[in-house]
């Protein structure tokens, strides 16, 4: 299969890709990436011509990747920083408040396979952080407030932040670790509350001001989040 790259601002590089037997130019959206696939007989310049007729509606349809550059906090603990290193590999090293990315002469913090190891090492750290940290929280704010459970796990959650079940086992997005302190007691106290009440109705959320004023205003505050 016969391949071009093509870049464009705002979108990045776009893959055109020809193929024995499809009949018409197709785009397909993955998140931030954007594939092209055209009929084999067809030049390249038919693809990049459906895509200059398409791009604003391209770029309506891509979302934006979120760089983790200089600067970025890194979990809850540490911030992001780069180092260039005599090295042929990307490496990193871990001081108490920085994360250090080591960056061999030719690679930059921007490059997909740079980025796509930080993502990488900070699911790593956010796990170990999060099986340190939050069964310790819980228990000491389920012992300030009178709550009861029986277990609690971390796990890599796609859409919540935490779930409590009916046999009050508790279990809390890894991810909890990039917010702050008064957030992520927030989502433990949320999750502690459903022990008693297993919904969102006026008993839940009394309960939840009576251990967390201004609840609410926080919720909104979390959902801002993305996961």
């Known amino acids: 299969m016969s391949t071009k790259i093509v870049n464009y601002d705002e979108i990045g590089d776009i893959v055109i890709s020809k193929r024995k037997g499809q009949r018409a130019i197709r785009v397909t959206i993955n998140s931030n990436r954007v ?67 080591l960056l061999p002469k030719d690679k930059y913090p921007e490059d997909p396979d740079v980025q796509a190891y930080i993502q990488k090492r900070l699911t790593t750290k956010l796990r170990s952080d999060a099986e340190t940290y939050l069964p310790g929280r819980v228990s000491e704010l389920a012992q300030m407030f009178g709550f009861t459970y029986k277990s609690v796990q971390v796990k890599l959650l796609k859409r919540r932040w935490g779930s409590c079940n009916s046999k009050k ?20 106290l949320h999750e502690l509350t459903h022990t008693l009440y297993m919904n969102h109705g006026a008993e839940f959320w009394a309960h939840m001001e009576s251990v967390m004023p201004n609840s609410k205003r926080i919720a909104k505050a979390v959902r801002h989040y993305s996961l």
């Open 35 to 101: 594939k092209v696939t055209q009929p084999s007989w067809l030049p390249f310049s038919a693809g990049e011509k459906f895509i200059a007729e398409r791009l604003d509606w391209i770029k309506e349809h891509v979302k934006p990747l979120d760089l983790l550059l200089e600067g970025s906090p890194f979990g809850l603990m540490h911030t992001l920083h780069f180092q260039r290193a005599d090295r042929s590999s990307i490496g990193s090293k871990l001081n108490t408040d920085h994360f250090i990315v």
């Open 169 to 188: 086992e508790l279990v809390f997005n890894l991810n909890l670790m990039s917010l702050d302190a008064l957030h992520i007691d927030y989502v433990i």
